[in-house]
């Protein structure tokens, strides 16, 4: 496995492999990995020549007041896991590797940032469409893999990439949890224990909405009101979200007539954790 911390010994590597017509898949991640990132890494492997891991911290999707300085790093470990998963290389820039002094060009989509978490976190996906679209420049990928955890970051991906007339297959996965229902995060990793307990209360509110969903009820109001309700019953979490948008241009609908995201955002002490599921008429996700 290779390591690489400059786009120009990254772009080695690449050009080697495009030259040999490898097709060549990505998983963008900002490290401390688990087995969420673990399972769009086996699925790259199992459709892709060559897997490239990123690990970055990207501080251009973090806002002033958030968790970029404390967000939880392990490269020893990450590498370990790569290895083990048969990642052909990794690609670990500095901040400074990707945003140089006098960096001035980023990438928005104010429509499809404009609800769930681009509410709340205004310069998010401004910064994550920037680092992907680079990582994508700089890694030339067939194919790259991202989870449904993040389902509005694959939506506005999906977007720039449909835009931009990137010839690059995204490749959504499914969102990993741990038995008890709580979907794996890096983030899980400030919880305590008391903390990680009063977490399982979104997923609880998610199973909820579903279950109304699927006895016929439509009515978003009604189902908002019931993830509040679910969330409010657990004292140390402070919804952020409950929200119900389409799937194109992921505006909040009244009514649920066709494909759906369901998605929330709560703070769970100081740690704002997300977590939805996507309804497709009858539930598949
Ligand atoms: P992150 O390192 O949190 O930026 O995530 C990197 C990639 O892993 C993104 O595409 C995430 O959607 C995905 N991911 C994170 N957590 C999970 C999970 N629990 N299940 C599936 N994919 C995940």
Redesign the pocket.
């Known amino acids: 496995m290779e390591i690489a911390t400059t786009v120009a010994e990254a772009r080695g590597f690449i050009r080697s492999w495009r030259s040999h017509d490898l097709a060549i898949g990505l ?5 401390y990995l ?1 087995e ?2 673990a ?2 890494i086996q699925k790259a492997r199992e459709e892709c020549d060559r897997v490239v891991v990123s690990v970055f911290v990207n501080p251009t999707q973090f806002a002033p007041n958030e968790d970029l300085a404390k967000y939880p790093r392990d490269f020893a470990k990450d590498v370990k896991l790569c290895e083990s998963l048969g990642v052909g290389l990794i690609f670990h820039p500095s901040p400074e590797e990707m945003y140089p002094p006098g960096y001035a060009t980023y990438v928005e989509d104010p429509k499809l940032s404009e609800n769930l978490c681009g509410r709340s976190r205004p310069t998010h996906f401004r910064g994550v469409l920037t680092v992907v679209l680079k990582l994508f420049l700089i890694l030339e990928p067939t194919r790259a ?6 389902a509005q ?1 694959f939506f506005i991906l999906k977007r720039m990439v449909t835009d931009l007339n990137l010839d690059i297959a995204l490749v959504p ?5 741990e038995l008890n229902g709580l ?4 983030r899980n990793s400030y919880l305590s224990e008391e903390e990680k307990k009063a977490a399982l209360s979104l997923n609880q509110a998610l199973t909820l909405a579903k279950s109304l969903l699927r006895s016929g009820e439509r009515q978003t109001a009604t189902l908002i009101a019931a993830m509040k309700g679910a969330v409010a019953a657990e004292p140390l979490v402070k919804l952020d979200y409950a929200e119900i948008v389409e799937t194109t241009g992921l505006s909040l609908i009244p009514e649920v007539t066709g494909e759906a995201l369901v998605a929330l955002a709560a703070y769970v002490g100081k740690t704002r954790l997300i977590d939805n599921f996507l309804w497709e008429g009858e539930d598949k996700v």
Do not use: C, E, N
């Open positions: 998983v963008p991640t900002m490290g688990h969420g990132h399972s769009l893999y991202f989870g449904l955890k993040d970051q996965g499914p969102t990993v949890r979907a794996l995060s890096s």
